[in-house]
């Protein structure tokens, strides 16, 4: 397994755990960008809620393509969820990003916006 996909995969796994602890029932799309429709990295639900989930395992800013911000907004409109990026940093944990502040910032993620992330006690 490459080192870089092997790093998604645990943060992806640890937050389908994460978020089943809080009562979600989780499913998790392995290699989601792999098929021919639109996925995303992870889907939850709890109590009618549904969270429609990119997940990004990174230190430092980084940008979501305009072609995964449109599967997003089709699994959106398809569910009626809401959309998060959920950014997982090492030694600070999970902040999840409402999608529409990243659209907002033209796809681009940066540590500014964590003033406007939530914790995942809070989803």
Same mark, same amino acid.
């Given at each position: 397994?490459?080192?870089?996909? @092997?790093? %998604?995969? /645990?943060? #992806? @796994? #640890?937050?389908?755990?994460?978020?089943?602890?809080? %009562?979600?029932?989780? /499913? *998790?799309? =392995? *290699?989601?960008?792999?098929?021919?429709? =639109? /996925? =995303?990295?992870?889907?939850?639900?709890?109590?009618?809620?549904? &969270?429609?989930? #990119?997940?990004?395992? *990174?230190?430092?800013? !980084?940008?979501? =393509?305009?072609?995964?911000?449109?599967?997003?907004? #089709?699994?959106?409109? $398809?569910?009626?969820?809401?959309?998060?990026?959920?950014?997982?940093?090492?030694?600070?944990?999970?902040? !999840?990003? %409402?999608?529409?502040?990243?659209?907002?910032? $033209?796809?681009?993620?940066?540590?500014?916006?964590?003033?406007?992330?939530?914790?995942?006690? &809070?989803?």
């Amino acid at each position: 397994m490459v080192k870089t996909y @092997r790093k %998604g995969y /645990m943060a #992806e @796994r #640890e937050l389908v755990h994460k978020l089943y602890g809080f %009562g979600y029932a989780v /499913m *998790r799309a =392995p *290699r989601s960008g792999r098929i021919n429709l =639109p /996925m =995303p990295d992870i889907i939850a639900i709890k109590n009618s809620k549904i &969270l429609i989930i #990119e997940c990004k395992c *990174r230190g430092d800013a !980084f940008s979501i =393509p305009k072609e995964q911000i449109a599967e997003l907004d #089709e699994w959106i409109k $398809r569910t009626s969820g809401t959309g998060y990026i959920a950014w997982k940093i090492t030694r600070r944990g999970w902040f !999840f990003i %409402g999608l529409e502040k990243v659209k907002e910032n $033209r796809g681009n993620v940066n540590k500014g916006m964590l003033k406007t992330a939530i914790g995942i006690e &809070l989803l």
